[in-house]
Nanobody
Framework: QVQLVESGGGLVQAGGSLRLSCAAS????????MGWFRQTPGKAREIVAR????????YYADFVKGRFTISRDNAKATVYLQMNSLKPEDTAVYYC?????????????????WGQGTQVTVSS
């Protein structure tokens, strides 16, 4: 399993931008599909975006389409989430996750490797 460490969270005003990074350790990062999830208190963890090992297949949740961009650099074993036009409802703990199993990889249950999470707070 890869080990994942997120960074880049913080406090930003509505309309602002943040870039989250997720650094992976382990030799098999390039074989993992990577995802970003978010969670608020009392709610289930929800997928934000997912990227294939090659970067050619990308999924975005409807609520971030056109605002967020997921990307990866396999040489650096890092996945990114560029978040623009942030809204107060984007406030959550954001998690990086890795999936190396067969399946659509669109639910938290399909991901076996998780980072510790990074807080993103968007003020109005």
């Amino acid at each position: 399993q890869v080990q994942l460490v997120e960074s880049g969270g913080g406090l930003v005003q509505a309309g602002g931008s943040l870039r989250l990074s997720c650094a992976a350790s382990g030799r098999t990062f390039s074989s993992y599909r990577m995802g970003w999830f978010r969670q608020t208190p009392g709610k289930a963890r929800e997928i934000v975006a997912r990227i294939s090992w090659s970067g050619n297949n990308i999924y975005y949740a409807d609520f971030v389409k056109g605002r967020f961009t997921i990307s990866r650099d396999n040489a650096k074993a890092t996945v990114y989430l560029q978040m623009n036009s942030l809204k107060p409802e984007d406030t959550a703990v954001y998690y990086c996750a890795g999936n190396n199993r067969v399946g659509p990889a669109l639910s938290a249950a399909e991901f076996g490797a998780w980072g510790q999470g990074t807080q993103v707070t968007v003020s109005s």
